[in-house]
């Protein structure tokens, strides 16, 4: 999925992802406030499912880029 694609899969019904992983993640109070912002656009959505979703799209648009494309599907084997 790209990163411009996530607006229309938010307003989509929500489906339970398994999370295996948990991560401490430290965001500038803008970079913070605009995910507040897109969690109150988005109300089926908490703020981690979005940060989820933005994280999952971009290393989506990362494996379909060059020169990272090979180093990270490698990587997924």
Do not use: C, F, G
Not at 29 to 35: F, K, S, V, Y
Not at 41 to 68: C, F
Request: proline share 5%; hydrophobic share 40%; charged share 40%.
């Amino acid at each position: 999925m790209k990163v411009t694609e996530l607006p229309k899969y938010w307003e989509s019904k929500r489906e339970t992802v398994e999370r295996s992983h948990d991560y401490n993640l430290r965001l500038p109070l803008e970079d913070a406030a605009r995910i507040a912002a897109l969690a109150e656009l988005y109300p089926d959505r908490s703020e981690t499912d979005i940060l989820n979703d933005m994280v999952s799209a971009a290393l989506d648009d990362l494996v379909r880029q060059s020169p990272l494309k090979d180093k990270l599907a490698a990587k997924d084997k």
